[in-house]
């Protein structure tokens, strides 16, 4: 391709639109300030494979936790669809009240999740219903004007990307038409109308679209939008309804009622409302914790520390389950860049592999493991011999315990599952209501020497027949179906405790059918030396206070539920090697994700060696650096100020500290163009502190202004 003159015009020259080639660096950078550089990228590539897995089934667990409500959605506008199409009754009396068929989507406030869940949504409309599906949000329109640019600038997009071979039409139709709702009929009309006399072979919309499909408008953020906007809108919208199929979506965070707060009744009486609520954010945390922590698919865990920081921010900050997966993903990483035997963290049949390929330097950092040490210590003089200078029997040694810390996470986690059987439906719930509380309760220490395991244990003590054959129920059937295979004589002992409970039932019938004869056999007696005599044998009997079979056996199976959460719910950090598999570091964790940043501003303006880490600025703790930036300088002597700071004095200073700086034999023009420019630089610090919000200008007197903040960060 040439161009002959660049007189005559502008040429464009695009690049071939060939896959971009991911940075050689990546892997660089992951082992860039790593001591331990040592299998760096096998780290890297099993870092990247992990965190695929993991967002693969974190978006699986959201698309099937969204599909009823989206088929909820789809049928709604199927049927708004149908009544425009069959021009019905119901659908003319619509149309002469002029309602337009609306979606109240209720989604809750976690915001910072809406907009996946909106794309999700847009693309399945857009695969099941219409190709004209249109996203807005409050901050692109602002005027009315704005919001029908975007509308049309949106639909025109949904239609090229339906039809490529019309890109220049679309463009240069965008550009000719005038933004209104009669411009986006006139379009509408023109679209479906080509559609419906081409060929099959050259049709536009697919098979799976509609004839005629609806417009669908979705306001992904309703309560943002200005009153006037949303009024315009709908007012103009209902005068076309019977020429246009407009469906309206609107995500909204807080409650249904805020329509009628931001609409009057004369605006909300043209909408036909139909109201969808998504999933509780806390019942979908639970689901991605059930599906995607507490399983043996993915082989890193989380401490309970680490687990708890996120936690704690999705409760107290967000409700963000997006932003819960965004931890677990910097805590992947933070692993595999920090720990250098992570190299281990995978599935089980990989590990021997890797196992056979460590290094001399690998198998010292094995050695040097807390728990291992540990371990070590417990063994014979000979073997501790041979786990500290054989590196071929330290390998045998790390494989066994590797696959024994695989059969511990087998068992732990059907067992905590059933465990969470019993506690949840106990009153008070000692142990936590949801399953992730008992998780944390057990990992942090032995579970069974804490108070509430023996308030569990007391209140287990008094369940009624129903509610415990149900339980065991439930705990054979999540037996059966785990991976564990040491389950065999738990799920058998279960069984026999059922059939137990069985036999009791039989048991008690009789005694109902004697107790029944006999109370007929006291009836009939009329002689009152045989009376008192048998109603004092009924008090001694009650008196004496004999367990009962069903409280002996009630007994017996809180006793072997015990005994078996003692066997499998040990703590994780008493395993040998769990530092491989376990993320502990929970203070960066919450370094990263649960920032402070006054402390940030104060560290960076008080000492600002500590970011930009350049030799010239180290100093004293209450001395001023010679090569501070002028913020930092400024900042540190307001910080000597009271509440009112005096403009010209803090100038004096500030001219002083910045002299002494340039020094008595700096080569200047003159002292009064030093002046303007110390002058200059000190406004331009004042500005920035005030920006930051340290200090404010000061009604009382006209040369000062106000300090804002006070005490230590």
């Not at 490529?164 to 109308?193: G, H």
């Not at 369940?463 to 058998?492: A, R, W």
């Not at 044998?537 to 409280?551: G, V």
């Not at 370094?591 to 501003?601: D, I």
Request: hydrophobic share 35%.
């Amino acid at each position: 391709m040439s161009a002959g003159s660049v007189s005559k015009g502008c040429f464009v020259f695009k690049p071939s639109p060939k896959k971009r080639k991911v940075s050689q660096k990546t892997a660089d950078y992951f082992r860039e300030g790593n001591s331990d550089a040592e299998d760096s990228e096998l780290r890297f590539a099993t870092c990247q494979s992990l965190w695929k897995h993991v967002k693969l089934e974190a978006e699986q667990i959201e698309e099937d936790l969204n599909k009823q409500l989206f088929d909820n959605l789809v049928s709604f506008l199927r049927q708004s669809h149908s009544e425009f199409q069959k021009k019905t009754t119901e659908w003319n009396c619509r149309m002469k009240s002029r309602e337009i068929p609306t979606a109240a989507l209720v989604l809750g406030v976690n915001v910072t999740d809406h907009d996946l869940t909106f794309r999700s949504l847009s693309e399945v409309l857009r695969n099941r219903v219409t190709p004209y599906v249109a996203l807005l949000q409050a901050k692109d329109c602002p005027g009315i004007k704005n919001l029908m640019q975007k509308l049309l600038g949106q639909l025109m997009n949904c239609y090229a990307d339906v039809d490529s071979e019309e890109d220049d039409y679309v463009q240069t139709s965008q550009n000719r038409i005038r933004c209104s709702m009669t411009s986006l009929i006139t379009w509408y009309e023109s679209v479906t109308k080509k559609t419906d006399f081409e060929t099959p072979s050259k049709k536009r919309t697919s098979s799976r679209h509609w004839q005629s499909p609806p417009v669908v408008v979705i306001f992904k953020d309703m309560e943002s939008f200005t009153t006037k906007v949303l009024q315009d809108f709908i007012v103009i919208s209902s005068q076309h309804i019977h020429e246009l199929p407009l469906v309206l979506v609107f995500g909204i965070a807080t409650s249904p009622m805020i329509i009628h707060g931001l609409l009057p009744h004369s605006v909300s009486s043209l909408l036909c409302i139909e109201l969808f609520q998504s999933l509780s954010c806390k019942e979908h945390l639970s689901t991605i914790i059930d599906k995607v922590l507490l399983t043996t698919q993915f082989p890193l865990k989380l401490s309970e520390k680490v687990l708890q920081v996120l936690i704690n921010i999705f409760l107290y900050h967000d409700f963000s389950v997006q932003n819960f997966i965004k931890g677990f993903q910097l805590c992947i990483v933070e692993h595999f860049y920090t720990q250098p035997l992570s190299v281990l963290c995978c599935h089980q049949e990989e590990v021997k592999k890797r196992i056979n390929s460590l290094s001399h330097n690998q198998c010292e950092n094995i050695r040097r493991l807390p728990s291992f040490r540990r371990y070590v210590e417990n063994q014979t003089s000979e073997k501790q011999i041979a786990l500290l200078t054989t590196d071929s029997f330290l390998k045998e040694t790390v494989q066994k315990l590797l696959e024994d810390l695989n059969v511990y996470h087998e068992n732990y986690f059907p067992l905590l599952r059933c465990l969470h059987v019993f506690t949840s439906s106990l009153p008070k719930h000692p142990l936590g209501k949801q399953i992730r509380e008992l998780h944390c309760a057990c990992l942090e220490n032995r579970v069974w020497e804490t108070e509430e395991y023996e308030s569990f244990l007391q209140l287990a003590r008094m369940l009624n027949k129903c509610d415990l054959v149900t339980m065991l129920e439930k705990c054979v059937e999540i037996l059966v179906s785990s991976p564990g295979k040491e389950f065999d004589k738990t799920v058998e002992k279960l069984k026999e405790f059922l059939t137990q409970f069985q036999k009791l039932e039989a048991e008690a019938c009789q005694e109902r059918d004697e107790s029944v004869s006999s109370q007929k056999e006291l009836q009939k007696k009329t002689d009152l030396y045989h009376l008192q005599k048998t109603l004092l044998e009924l008090k001694e009997s009650r008196r004496s206070k004999k367990l009962t079979k069903f409280e002996m056996l009630r007994f017996e199976v809180v006793d072997y539920i015990d005994s078996v959460v003692r066997n499998y719910l040990v703590p994780a950090d008493h395993k040998t090697l769990h530092e491989i598999v376990y993320f502990n570091t929970a203070s960066v964790l919450r370094e990263h994700l649960n920032a402070a940043p006054r402390v940030a501003l104060h560290t960076a303006l008080n000492n600002p060696y500590s970011y930009l880490k350049s030799q010239a600025l180290r100093s004293d703790g209450g001395s001023i650096s010679n090569k501070a930036p002028d913020i930092c300088i400024v900042y540190k002597l307001h910080l000597e100020c009271g509440r009112l700071i005096n403009l010209v004095d803090w100038l004096e200073a500030f001219s002083t500290v910045v002299t002494a700086v340039e020094g008595p034999n700096a080569d200047a023009p003159s002292s009064d163009q030093v002046d303007d420019v110390i002058h200059a630089r000190f406004i331009r610090a004042v500005s920035e502190l005030e920006l930051l919000g340290f200090i404010k200008p000061s009604k009382q007197k006209t040369d000062h202004v106000a300090r804002l903040t006070w005490g230590g960060c």
